[in-house]
């Protein structure tokens, strides 16, 4: 089992920034993807931005330019660094962390809400 522990999320005006975080403890592996999905109400989950072991990353179109991930590989963490915030970007945040090993294991963090105030 992996175990995922969020914190950064909170209440911020529309322009400003948050910086969530992630980190995964357990059954960890060197190679993995970790990203943050959201989810608003009323709405399905959707993929925000992934990193993989090697660093690369992958952003959902609305957030690109305005948000950044990153990890730090010998904490087992991965950060979000979100910008210019706007009211829809409110929603709760979820951190995923995802390896195969024999098949795909797929696990996620119970969530951070943000919201951006007009």
């Known amino acids: 089992q992996v175990q995922l522990v969020e914190s950064g999320g909170g209440l911020v005006q529309a322009g400003g920034s948050l910086r969530l975080s992630c980190a995964a403890s357990?059954?960890?592996?060197?190679?993995?993807?970790m990203g943050w999905y959201r989810q608003a109400p009323g709405k399905q989950r959707e993929l925000v931005a992934t990193?993989?072991?090697?660093?690369?990353?992958n952003y959902a179109d609305s957030v690109k330019g305005r948000f950044t991930i990153s990890r730090d590989n010998a904490k087992n963490t991965v950060y979000l660094q979100m910008n210019s915030l706007k009211p829809e970007d409110t929603a709760v945040y979820y951190c995923?962390?995802?390896?195969?090993?024999?098949?795909?294991?797929?696990?996620w963090g119970q969530g951070t809400q943000v919201t951006v105030s007009s």
């Open positions: 995923n962390y995802k390896f195969f090993r024999l098949k795909l294991e797929d696990y």
């Open positions: 357990g059954r960890v592996v060197s190679f993995n993807a």
């Open positions: 990193i993989n072991s090697s660093g690369s990353t």
